[in-house]
Structure formats: structure tokens, C-alpha cells
């Protein structure tokens, strides 16, 4: 079955730094692969995926992920951080099957500096 | 109307009350999802609907007891919880079950009920 690790359960990055959530994932075939973000008290809102073709993803908020089948990974980063981007960040995983289990990841909290 | 909508938002309620949680989505889906979500654990996968029948009961406690009478509304019905029950109850959405070309898996969410029990 397919699966997803995030590193690092908790990421602290000062506004206006690097913002870089790191993901690996486990797959017998080619996945889809999700980032999703939780704000404080909301349900999970969906940033950006990946199915097929290019493999840098661009998503909302000026979030980007690059799938790297060689590494397994599918990395979130955004360059310049805003006290809005705290909050939770869940990476998912799923394949293209009749399989619609959509596998999540323990989540990373971002807290922002200013 | 948002895509999917959760009532209510907060529900406390006690070990030997009945209580449902509803959820309704705008979105023209076929398959709706219930997940739990505990404080420092992953989110957990409850029931899966597909055009109102289940496909999926993973393992969940009898006290609670899902309800889809259509593809739009989906019920979370619950009775003598325990306090570890305590948790966000999010419900989503996808277009479909089966995954492919068309239909990546993308699922919606609601808000989340947040549910203390005492």
C-alpha cells in the first residue's frame, strides 16, 4: 500500500525566509501526490498536486512542490514566508486505481517569526 | 453555499446523549468520506460512501453510525461516547472512487465539527 512520511512534525521560519516542508512517499506505481493546509479551526484545503507531466507543481499562495521519482519525494517550499502561511500541512498520496484510499501523512505545524 | 458544509461546528455532549453531525456538499460528487482528527495522530479514515451505499467501515466503533440517504448528505450518528472520542469530525468529498485521468482523488473538505464529549 502506498504511504507518505513528512519530516519534521513541527517547522519554525522567520517571515520572509525559505519555507521548505519535506515529504517522502512510498508507492508501487506512479502516485498522485497532494499538499494540504489546515488553518486553526478549519477542515484541510487542497494547495497543489501532482498526477503526470511536469513535475514542478505550482499551487495557491505562492506554494510549489517538485516530484522527484528518483528521491520519492514531493517537497513543499515557498520562497518568502508570511505570518499567514502558520498552520498545518498534510502531505497525501494516492495511485490510479480502483483503490480510493487517499493515504496522509502525520502533517507538519509552520509557525512564522516576525 | 461553500462546497461542503459541516453542522455544527461544536457539539459538547455527554456520555449518554444522542447527538448527529451532518454534512452536505454542493459539489455533484458520488463519494463522501467521514475522517477523524485526535490531537497528535494521524487523520484517521471512518466510512467511505459511494452513491449512498458504504464501502468502507474501517473498523470504527458501533457507537458511531453513518447515515448517506443521497449522494449530497451525509449523517454521523452518535451515541454513549466516551470521552476519547473527543476529536474533529471532517467530512469530504471526491467526484468518484475510482482514480484515473479524470479524476485524481482530490477530495473536499468541510470545517469540521469539533466534538467534546465529557
Known amino acids: 500500500a502506498q504511504s507518505v512520511t513528512q519530516l519534521g512534525s513541527h517547522v519554525s521560519v522567520s517571515e520572509g525566509a525559505l519555507v521548505l516542508l519535506r515529504c517522502n512517499y512510498s508507492s508501487s506505481v506512479p502516485p498522485y501526490l497532494f499538499w494540504y493546509v489546515q488553518y486553526p479551526n478549519q477542515g484541510l484545503q487542497l494547495l497543489l498536486k501532482?498526477?503526470?507531466?511536469?513535475?514542478l507543481v505550482k499551487g495557491i499562495n505562492g506554494f510549489e512542490a517538485e516530484f522527484k521519482k528518483s528521491e520519492t519525494s514531493f517537497h513543499l517550499t515557498k520562497p518568502s514566508a508570511h505570518m499567514s502561511d502558520a498552520a498545518e500541512y498534510f502531505c497525501?498520496?494516492?495511485?490510479?486505481?480502483?483503490?480510493?484510499?487517499?493515504?496522509f501523512g502525520a502533517g507538519t505545524t509552520v509557525t512564522v517569526r516576525a | 453555499e461553500t462546497g461542503v458544509t459541516q453542522t455544527p461546528r461544536h457539539l459538547v455532549m455527554g456520555m449518554t446523549n444522542k447527538k448527529s453531525l451532518k454534512c452536505e456538499q454542493h459539489l455533484g460528487h458520488n463519494a463522501m468520506y467521514w475522517y477523524k482528527q485526535s490531537a497528535k495522530k494521524p487523520l484517521e479514515l471512518m466510512f467511505v460512501y459511494s452513491l449512498e451505499e458504504r464501502v468502507e467501515n474501517n473498523s470504527v466503533p458501533s457507537r458511531f453510525s453513518p447515515e448517506c440517504p443521497n449522494s449530497s448528505h451525509l449523517f454521523l450518528h452518535l451515541h454513549t461516547l466516551q470521552p476519547e472520542d473527543s476529536a474533529l469530525y471532517l467530512c469530504?468529498?471526491?467526484?468518484?472512487?475510482?482514480?484515473?485521468?479524470?479524476?485524481?482523488?482530490?477530495?473536499?473538505f468541510g470545517e469540521g465539527s469539533r466534538l467534546t464529549v465529557l
Open positions: 469530504a468529498s471526491s467526484q468518484d472512487l475510482d482514480r484515473g485521468p479524470r479524476n485524481t482523488g482530490e477530495l473536499f
Open positions: 501532482y498526477t503526470t507531466g511536469a513535475t
Open positions: 497525501a498520496v494516492t495511485i490510479p486505481s480502483n483503490d480510493y484510499k487517499l493515504s
